[in-house]
């Protein structure tokens, strides 16, 4: 039973590309999307696009048998690499840090989907670039280990909104400052 003051809310969670999200939302069957990827506004989207949270991105793989600890870059030459897709924000990241540090890329896999990554590491033997959250039950199991958390790499997340003249009250409370 509804509470008088209060707006009834209905929450609805749908899983599809960014480009058709975007589609329902312009034409108002969504309120708000929550992405791992930016969009920008032009003349005809006019798109409020928040970052909202980021979670670090590690290296993980197989537990290690050499007593001595993981060195970042100095041991990444030596790893069969498992990496992102090339059209990932944090594979962007990684290979702009690999190219600062004057590293050069052999990934021994390319991968668009993080539970894919996720099982190649389980299973074949290869390190991968992912948030830990990704190999949470991996890492507790001892199945994978956590080699390092990359430094300025990051997943993303962002509230997408349209700009309209009568924002909803409670998007207004979420996502404050528009």
């Not at 809310?9 to 309120?31: F, K, P």
């Not at 600890?69 to 790893?79: I, Q, R, V």
């Not at 430094?151 to 009568?166: D, G, S």
Request: proline share 7%.
């Amino acid at each position: 039973r509804p509470v008088i003051g209060r707006p009834e809310i209905r929450l609805s969670l749908e899983s599809a590309s960014l480009e058709e999200l975007l589609e329902r939302l312009r034409a108002h069957r969504l309120d708000l999307i929550l992405s791992n990827r930016p969009v920008t506004a032009d003349a005809q989207q006019r798109w409020v696009c928040r970052r909202v949270s980021r979670q670090s991105v590690c290296l993980v793989g197989p537990p290690r048998r050499r007593r001595k600890a993981f060195s970042f870059p100095d041991d990444l030459a030596d790893l069969p690499l498992l990496l992102p897709g090339r059209s990932s924000d944090i594979r962007s990241q990684f290979e702009l840090l690999c190219e600062e540090l004057g590293l050069t890329l052999r990934p021994y896999a390319e991968v668009d989907d993080m539970a894919m990554l996720r099982l190649l590491a389980r299973d074949s033997g290869g390190v991968t670039v992912v948030p830990e959250v990704v190999v949470q039950d991996e890492l507790k199991s001892g199945v994978l280990q956590k080699y390092c958390e990359l430094p300025r790499v990051f997943e993303n997340f962002y509230a997408i909104t349209m700009r309209r003249h009568f924002q909803s009250p409670l998007l207004k409370s979420l996502l404050p400052g528009d």
